[in-house]
T-cell receptor, first 113, second 115 residues
């Protein structure tokens, strides 16, 4: 079964700082990749997804992620965070054509005004 | 679009009681998923349905847990009898098709506390 690793579970940074969250997965075949965001007390919302094509994908709210196949990674970035980006961020992986979605443990991000 | 609707939002009950969580998927979505979220284990897939049929229930922790989907617009997750270790947030999600390249849409979750 595929697994997803997210490092640095707790991240604290100031507004305007840059954010990068790492995501590595273990699966040798073609995968679909997702980042979800969960704001305090809310449900998971899709931030961005990669299925094929350009490995640099842009999502909502200024987030982007880069798929590096050779490194089995799908890192999330935002050049300048805002206080409203305080949330938990989950990386998720699904083998192509498979319904199962494997989630990482999440990154708790706190942005200080 | 109403989104995935879950009820109740919060449930507090004593151990040994039966707990029923409900989910209404987005209309037209034919795959439905139940997840459990805890601090220790993160998000775990419990079971998923396609066209109302359970496809994979390997994530269901034990026989105390059961899930049904009697029709395309309703699913339940039942815990009987409940135990304190079942305390978690339970999410329901749906997607338009099985195996396709569509993301899952999540409900607001049910925060369950078993005393």
């Amino acid at each position: 079964a595929q697994s997803v690793s997210q490092h640095n579970h707790h991240v604290i940074l100031s507004e305007a700082a840059s954010l990068e969250l790492g995501c590595n997965y273990s699966y040798g075949g073609t995968v679909n990749l997702f980042w979800y965001v969960q704001y305090p007390g809310q449900h998971l919302q899709l931030l961005l997804k990669y299925f094929s094509g350009d490995p640099l994908v842009k999502g909502i709210k200024g987030f982007e992620a880069e798929f590096i196949k050779s490194k089995f990674s799908f890192n999330l970035r935002k050049p300048s965070v805002q206080w409203s980006d305080t949330a938990e961020y989950f990386c998720a992986v699904s083998p192509y054509g498979n319904n199962r979605l494997a989630f990482g443990k999440g990154n708790q991000v706190v942005v200080i005004p | 679009d109403a989104g995935v609707i879950q009820s109740p939002r919060h449930e507090v009950t004593e151990m040994g009681q039966e707990v029923t969580l409900r989910c209404k998927p987005i209309s037209g979505h034919n795959s439905l998923f139940w997840y459990r979220q805890t601090m220790m284990r993160g998000l775990e897939l419990l079971i998923y349905f396609n066209n109302n049929v359970p496809i994979d229930d390997s994530g269901m922790p034990e026989d105390r847990f059961s899930a049904k989907m009697p029709n395309a617009s309703f699913s339940t997750l039942k815990i009987q009898p409940s135990e304190p270790r079942d305390s978690a947030v339970y999410f329901c999600a749906s997607r338009p098709e099985m195996g396709g390249n569509q993301p899952q849409h999540f409900g607001d979750g049910t925060r369950l506390s078993i005393l």
